[in-house]
């Protein structure tokens, strides 16, 4: 009986754990891979048997009592403690197996990521992948995230990383846009033609387009037409016929090689390597997640 009652609560401890760090039920359900009423039951046990309250509960939010706060990191730790050991467990397999939890910026996720994926499965049939993509930065060890891609110089942190292959940023129009109004020939001549922008949607600021002028480079703000706050909707206004964007190269190659783009004021194309792969030195030598960084080496080498 003691040993049913210490594994209840062991189970309660994890579930207030990612609870709140990830400020829902649901979210904390969907990283556990349980029901969140699951989750719910567990925390609610554990606080009649804690004596004290944990959450404040509203319909749109979760968030912790004083008390909770208390109570969080030790259990975070035993979060911790209890992913180790079952990484310590996956690492003694030599085949690739488990579940994969992947965060991604939008555009890697649906552009690179997204479409290796089936290839992925089919080599390693005991990995089950989790991809998240969304531009919203999170706290790998505490969402419990195997692998993340990150877009942009990074802060120091604990995690490894690793730097991935550069990539391109240049201007693209649809070929019938270009036949009906020409192609710019330098930067400055983008203020004779429609532009659409990105803004983004972590800052609100418009997207300054760069360019390599010469031994210098430049960034214009062009005044667009359109904004919008996704790549993807970006992609589909240029082959609408909707002007001039600025896009990475790996974004834009399936469209050029279907035609519907065309890259413009290619000689001032910018290079960039700002792409990264990070993941927690828990999951070091872990074999799904060495097989899916050697996918994603080989994968942005071909297509960056």
Known sequence: ???????????GLIAFARAGSMGSYTAAARSLAISPSAVSKSVQRLEQRLGVSLFTRTT???TLTPEGRDLHERA??????????????????SEPSGLLRISVPLPVGVHLIAPAL??????????TVDLQVNDR???L??????????????????LLSRRLA??????????????ARGAPAHPNDLKDHDTANLRYQSSGQTYRWPFRIGDREVELVPSSNILVDASEALVALLVADGGVGMLATFIAAPYVQRGELVPVLAPFTVRRSN?????????????AVRAFLAMLQRLTSEAL
């Open 1 to 11: 009986m003691k040993e049913q009652i210490g594994l209840e609560r062991l189970t």
């Open 60 to 62: 749109r939010s979760l």
């Open 76 to 93: 975070l730790r035993l979060l911790r403690d209890a992913e180790e050991i079952e990484q310590v467990a996956l690492m003694a397999r």
């Open 118 to 127: 089936p290839a992925f499965r089919q080599r390693y049939p005991g990995v």
């Open 137 to 139: 930065i999170v706290d």
């Open 141 to 158: 060890v505490e969402h419990g995230i195997d692998v993340a891609v990150r877009i942009g110089e990074l802060a120091d942190s604990r």
């Open 166 to 179: 550069p990539y391109q940023l240049c201007c693209f129009a649809s070929p019938d846009y270009l036949a």
């Open 275 to 287: 792409i990264t792969a990070l993941w927690p030195e828990s999951r070091r030598a872990n074999p």
